[in-house]
């Protein structure tokens, strides 16, 4: 080896062991900062979870991881890359060589520098610069390199190295639980990384109304609240996890006021379970249960939406067709308040507007449940025994279209009737639609939308069964009493009412004790009136029933009555009647005279109406001397006079109020005697037993001078009477109409005069007529005794 390569050796081994030197330097300086960084941020996340219970932040950790490489990568360019593969100069090596070996003096550097120069001037100078390179490298070949360093920092930096990796190896060795969460907060970037670690676990849901449901927050901590409703947060301890003393409950509203916190104590409720009311939630709010080192990473967020209810309740309806409602079928029926009330045997749908999307509909009755979803092939009826309270659960088809495609409506076919009973409990493992619906059922109908909200307050209905009665005969008889004759002709006026129309009607009648009825028609048949009217025609409004095709003999009892029947052709037909009227069957004479005792009467009460009158029109004309009395006493109306003109007064006013109440009372019952004459005419008629003579007596004689009496002459005198009232309150002339009224008075009293006249002589006619059925009375009783003794002197002959 030359000299020049001696040096040039030397120079390499320096270089060599300088980059030693600087890579272990400054991969034990990276060690610390890493092994500085795991333990700084392990203590971070450690405070951090002792703190809030919560992991750091995901953005944070990211943070941390990329200065943590930064930092790493950093250090090692500078502490490493830099110096180690930084280029070394000969002389700048020779300098540190000959500061470090001062006996070198200068020698090797010149040698060094004499070697970069490639060529010499003279020989001389070569013959020099070769000796003084021959010296230098027997100097250096006697340096010892390594006294160059200084170990001591070096030693220094890879003992912290090796003592903070020997902790953090340990560490992780140790409790490799720690060391794993570390490398899954910062390394992996896990969101939940300290769950495996905490000591307690709650889970929370709430409890809504109505009916306490449990509900659970979606995934991504939110849950639909309905507005205004009562809200319970439930946060249980997990099985298996330390439960915590203390649970607290952390609350942001957001409303129109702005933003409001609230911390509030849970209260337990049991060894594992905290319970927390809020009241009216009208606000957005965020959650945060904190207990033991368990917080929800993310905040439950409450979201406010509308309730379902129903906004418009219509029924469609198929009525009975015998109950004539064919037309309204195509309208429909809108539910206004809570109750409807439908035909029995009526089958309707219920058809419900809502105002959000829908998810299932709950309907429930006394009598059974049912419940659908949209979408769903079949729907759950739950019958409830009303007795035993047993349910039985059936599944209902052809359920899908029960909630429209929009879940903006939904419809229920029923059948409202009157087998509804028998049906439920006919019903199998499965139903069809329509389902029968017993009368007078209460339903209450519960929503369910889309965001799986309960409507709070389920609507009501209440369908009510009409029960298709029997008709209602509303009959009456006229111009007959309880007596006729064998050949009478009964009218019988009124009507007949049924609901829905009616289809037939007779006359039903039995004769004496006779238990069968016996049925006739009416001269004129209903065709399905819902108000029948009875009478044979327009002319004649009363139906009748003729007696005599029946040859009833005197001394017989005829019951009769007015039957009628509906045109309900499922729960019928009903049956309906009148009042049963009772007839005794007499003669024609005995008739007369039971007439004509009733005449006696009304002609008896008519001579008493026209004493009254004539009472009247003499009082008349007492007060109208009182009258033009109290006419002399007004110009000069002093002292007695005076009091004499009160006294006058007072006794004209009490007249004018007496005279007219009883001129009303007499004109009430004048008509009263007319129309009881009227009476006696059509039960004349009737019966038959009219005579063309008796007929023209009375309307002539009677009845036509009676009608101008009561249509015109009592109104007359009622008005000037009224005149004479009011002149006198007036304080006026009386005696004009109080004359006046005497004048119609008389009019009163002289046809009330030829009406009783009249009277009188159909009444001689009548005694007579009476006197003669009482001889042949009289006569009849005398031949039965004649018999009857007759018949005992025989019998007792023969015993002799």
Not at 627 to 653: F, W, Y
Not at 735 to 748: C, F, G, H, N
Request: glycine content about 6%; charged content about 25%; hydrophobic content about 40%.
């Amino acid at each position: 080896m030359t000299d020049q390569q001696q040096i040039l050796g030397v120079l390499a081994r320096l270089k060599s062991r300088i980059r030693r030197y600087v890579l272990i330097e400054g991969l034990a300086g990276v060690l610390v900062l890493l092994c500085v960084l795991f333990w700084g941020t392990f203590t971070l996340d450690l405070l951090h979870f002792e703190v809030r219970k919560l992991e750091l932040p995901g953005w944070f950790r990211t943070l941390c991881l990329l200065a943590m490489a930064g930092l790493t990568v950093g250090s090692a360019a500078v502490w490493i890359g830099l110096r180690f593969f930084r280029s070394f100069r000969s002389r700048a090596l020779a300098l540190v060589l000959e500061r470090r070996f001062p006996e070198l003096d200068d020698r090797f550097i010149t040698a060094v520098e004499l070697i970069d120069r490639r060529e010499m001037a003279t020989p001389l100078q070569a013959a020099m610069a070769q000796r003084t390179i021959h010296q230098a490298s027997e100097l250096a070949s006697r340096l010892e390199l390594g006294d160059v360093f200084n170990v001591a920092p070096l030693r220094r930096n890879v003992l912290v190295a090796v003592v903070l990796l020997t902790t953090v190896l340990a560490f992780g060795l140790t409790n490799a639980n720690a060391m794993s969460r570390w490398v899954n907060a910062f390394l992996l970037g896990k969101a939940d990384y300290w769950e495996p670690f905490r000591r307690s676990e709650m889970s929370v849901h709430v409890l809504t109304q109505p009916g306490d449901r449990r509900r659970d927050f979606a995934a991504d901590g939110t849950l639909k609240h309905p507005r205004g409703s009562d809200l319970q947060i439930i946060a249980v301890s997990g099985e298996g996890k330390e439960a915590p003393e203390r649970v607290t409950l952390q609350f942001m509203s957001f409303g129109g006021s702005g933003t409001q916190r609230g911390r509030l104590t849970m209260n337990s409720s049991g060894a594992r379970e905290f319970r927390q009311s809020l009241h009216r939630v009208i606000d957005e709010h965020h959650l945060w249960v904190k207990g033991g080192d368990f917080v929800n990473r993310i905040p439950y967020r409450i979201l406010i939406v509308d309730p379902p209810r129903v906004d418009l309740l219509q029924l469609k309806c198929d009525y009975p067709s015998y109950t004539g409602k064919d037309a309204l079928e195509d309208q429909l029926l809108d539910v206004v308040g809570t109750q409807v009330s439908l035909p029995l045997e009526t089958s309707f749908e219920i058809r419900g507007q809502v105002n959000k999307p829908l998810a299932a509909v709950h309907l429930r009755s006394p009598r059974f449940e049912l419940s659908f979803e949209a979408g769903k092939p079949t729907a759950q009826l739950v019958l409830i025994d009303p007795e035993t309270d047993e349910k039985q659960v059936v599944m209902v088809d052809h359920a899908a279209d029960l909630i429209a495609g929009d879940g903006m409506s939904f419809s229920v076919p029923f059948l409202l009737t009157a087998k509804a009973e028998e049906q439920l409990r006919a019903i199998g493992t499965t139903a069809t639609f329509p389902l029968p619906m017993p009368s007078d059922t209460g339903l209450q109908i519960s929503l369910r939308d889309t965001d799986d909200i309960d409507g709070p307050d389920p609507a009501m209905l209440m369908m009510n069964g009409i029960v298709d009665l029997e008709p209602v005969v509303d009959s009456r008889l006229k111009g007959v009493t309880s007596v006729i004759t064998r050949g009478a002709s009964i009218p019988v006026e009124g009507k007949i009412l049924d609901d829905y129309g009616v289809a037939r009607a007779w006359f039903g009648y039995r004769v004496d004790q006779n238990t069968r009825e016996s049925v006739r028609d009416l001269g004129r048949q209903p065709s399905g009136q819902r108000e029948f009217p009875l009478k044979m025609s327009d002319d004649e409004a009363v139906e009748r029933f003729n007696v005599l095709p029946l040859e009833l003999k005197e001394g017989q009892t005829l019951t009769l009555g007015v039957f009628a029947e509906d045109g309900d052709v499922l729960n019928g037909p009903h049956v309906g009647r009148g009042e049963l009227f009772s007839f005794t069957i007499v003669s024609k004479d005995e008739l007369l005279a039971r007439l004509y005792d009733r005449e006696v009467n009304l002609r008896l009460r008519f001579e008493q109406i026209r004493d009254e009158i004539a009472t009247l029109r003499s009082n008349l004309a007492t007060h109208i001397e009182m009258s033009d009395e109290r006419m002399t006493l007004r110009p000069n109306a002093t002292g007695e006079a005076a009091q004499k003109l009160q006294r006058l007064d007072v006794a004209l006013s009490a007249f004018a109020e007496r005279a007219l109440h009883q001129l009303r009372k007499n004109h009430t019952e004048s008509r009263s005697i007319e129309l009881g004459f009227r009476e006696l005419r059509e039960e004349i008629v009737n019966n038959r037993v009219n005579t063309q003579e008796i007929l023209q007596r009375i309307d002539d004689g009677v009845l036509q001078p009676m009608g101008i009496l009561n249509n015109e002459e009592f109104g007359v005198a009622d008005e000037r009477l009224g005149n004479f009232r009011l002149i006198n309150e007036r304080q006026g002339e009386t005696t004009p109409s109080m004359q006046e009224t005497a004048v119609s008075l008389d009019a009163i009293l002289a046809r009330m005069e030829r009406i009783l006249a009249e009277m009188k002589d159909r009444g001689t006619f009548n005694e007579l007529m009476q006197q003669l059925q009482q001889m042949i009375d009289n006569e009849k009783k005398l031949l039965e005794e004649t018999e009857r003794k007759r018949n005992e002197s025989f019998f007792n002959n023969l015993g002799n």
